[in-house]
């Protein structure tokens, strides 16, 4: 195998508005620590896996495709469906980047893809032979499941898979860790990675320059219930200690002996966006959170509730100015594009959601049914960003995140029988 590294400063030049929170509605009044464009390529003989991760909230599909034409006019023999574009889900990034918003600002996605196309040609020339080792933690105190109000009930352990590829004396680090970054809150105004920042700092000072953050599934995993307070001295302590649990266990990780098969899928489906609810249906919601507000004092369990009545105040979605939306006699519909790369042992799969922790493992139970043995990272806000899909279950509950889901109950059902169709096309099976 043979592996590359490069990394481009993706801050904006200019300060703008910042993605994350609806109450935010001031421009960044500046910079507390850089923004990066970091890319991993993977290569063996002339097939590739690139991994882009980018300190932003979320990648929509016009900015992809456009990451993807610079890094293919770049190296033709990249499939696209091996290409990864990945956001951090940080808090603290800027509005621009998103092609359905008044904030977008079409120069700040142009410099984005022109650093995205140097770090791939950072990593191109920084290809060497390379061996590549896995392992996996669960980590505790830094994240557990947000929308259980009980904390002592929300302290399990958060499953961390992470990578380490040796290259002669040097290596980079892949980390694949589900957690919304939300350490800092609406009261932020400065660009930040957020406890990728504290992150950062652990791996630097122990030798560790070159790493890739890549985000889970993430849906329902947050730093509320661990966190002491929204500050940057809190992002730091938090990184550090995430940087350390993984630290801990470089000398028992794992070496992955063979990379072969070597396949990347696309595969595509439909799900159903909701309709609006009507003003009516909103003042009942409205006033059933309040009600479920009284009875709860804890002001980390209030958040959920707080933030799905912000959801509420949204204007009504015009569905037919969607980009790439499909109108069908039954409804509005948008097609979702997946990609699945299989390296041996080694599974990626690029999911463009916000999926629940629950979900996560579901789709982990099908790939390894199916590739015995397999190591497989889930790569959430990845190759798009379309909010939540919410197993059918929690429908029946009030909170954050079913209020803001876009899509109906069935989406994340449609998201699983997917992966299923996708992995049966490809046959064969990893022994």
Not at 99 to 127: G, H, P, W
Not at 333 to 348: E, N, Y
Not at 397 to 412: G, K, N, P, R, T
Request: net charge negative; aromatic share 10%; glycine share 6%.
């Amino acid at each position: 195998m043979m592996a590359g590294y490069g990394e481009k400063v993706i801050t904006p030049q200019l300060l703008g508005p910042m993605a994350g929170y609806d109450s935010r509605e001031e421009n960044a009044k500046g910079i507390h620590d850089d923004l990066y464009a970091r890319c991993l390529i993977l290569k063996i003989e002339k097939k590739a896996v690139v991994l882009i991760s980018l300190d932003v909230l979320g990648v929509d599909e016009c900015l992809i495709e456009m990451i993807k034409s610079a890094i293919m006019a770049v190296d033709r023999e990249v499939e696209k469906e091996g290409i990864f574009v990945c956001a951090t889900h940080t808090h603290s990034g800027p509005s621009a980047i998103f092609s359905n918003k008044v904030t977008f600002d079409l120069n700040y996605v142009n410099f984005v893809t022109l650093q995205c196309r140097e770090a791939f040609l950072e990593a191109m020339n920084d290809i060497k032979e390379a061996s590549i080792y896995h392992g996996t933690k669960d980590i505790f105190g830094i994240a557990s499941k947000r929308n259980i109000y009980d904390p002592q009930k929300s302290q399990e352990g958060i499953k961390c898979k992470f990578l380490k590829i040796e290259k002669n004396d040097r290596e980079i680090m892949v980390i694949n860790f589900p957690c919304h970054l939300t350490v800092l809150d609406e009261g932020n105004f400065y660009y930040s990675k957020d406890l990728v920042y504290g992150l950062e700092l652990e791996l630097k000072e122990n030798g560790n320059n070159k790493f890739l953050f890549i985000n889970g599934a993430a849906g329902d995993i947050s730093t509320r219930f661990c966190k002491k307070d929204a500050s940057f001295e809190e992002t730091e302590r938090l990184g550090r200690l995430l940087a350390r649990e993984i630290l801990k266990e470089k000398t028992e990780m794992h070496k992955i002996d063979s990379l072969q098969p070597f396949t990347v899928k696309e595969t595509s489906f439909l799900i159903k966006y909701k309709g609006n609810l009507s003003e009516e249906e909103k003042k009942a919601k409205k006033a059933q959170i309040e009600d479920l507000l009284t009875q709860i004092k804890d002001k980390r369990a209030r958040r959920d509730l707080e933030s799905a009545l912000l959801v509420l105040n949204r204007p009504n979605r015009d569905f037919s100015k969607i980009p790439g939306v499909l109108k069908l006699e039954e409804g509005f519909f948008k097609r979702i594009k997946m990609s699945l790369a299989i390296m041996g042992q080694l599974v990626f799969i690029g999911v463009p959601f916000e999926i629940y922790y629950s979900t996560g493992i579901k789709i982990e139970n099908i790939l390894e049914r199916k590739y015995r043995h397999s190591i497989v990272l889930i790569f959430g806000y990845c190759g798009g960003y379309e909010g939540y899909i919410p197993p059918a279950e929690n429908f029946s509950q009030i909170s954050y995140e079913v209020i803001a889901s876009l899509f109906e109950m069935d989406a994340e059902k449609k998201l699983l029988e997917a992966i299923e169709k996708m992995v049966t096309e490809i046959g064969g099976e990893n022994l």
